[in-house]
């Protein structure tokens, strides 16, 4: 049975850290491109940072900030975020992709999970 599951978040100040944590199935670990997303009410879906098959992206807002990993022990693909802004702030997803590109292209994601909430406060 494939499923991502977020878990990791939380309410913090400017300037702190979270890190985001994405349950993923033995299935599909190693087979797909995994992607962290972002969205809040009335926004766009934005793409954060994705890995797979040897490669990681990050969208330009977050470069230097945040770094996405693999724990292939754990099975998770995991967010850590530092410096975090108030703009930060929305419910944070995690998809699956058979292939691995550059974010702000076009690509097929697969959402399962109900998100993970990063609340920041100035």
């Known amino acids: 049975q494939v499923q991502l599951v977020e878990s990791g978040g939380g309410s913090v100040q400017a300037g702190g850290s979270l890190r985001l944590s994405c349950a993923v199935s033995?299935?599909?670990?190693?087979?797909?491109?995994i992607g962290w997303f972002r969205q809040a009410p009335g926004k766009e879906r934005e793409g954060v940072a994705s890995?797979?098959?040897?490669?990681?992206y990050y969208v330009d807002s977050v470069r230097g900030r945040i770094n996405i990993s693999k724990d292939s022990v754990k099975n998770t693909v995991d967010l850590q975020m530092n410096d975090l802004r108030p703009d930060d702030t929305d419910m944070y997803y995690c998809?699956?992709?058979?292939?691995?590109?550059?974010?702000?292209?076009?690509?097929?994601?697969?959402?399962w999970g109900e998100g993970t909430q990063v609340a920041v406060s100035s």
């Open positions: 998809e699956a992709a058979r292939i691995c590109v550059v974010l702000t292209l076009p690509n097929k994601w697969y959402t």
């Open positions: 890995i797979g098959f040897g490669s990681t």
């Open positions: 033995e299935i599909i670990y190693s087979s797909h491109c």
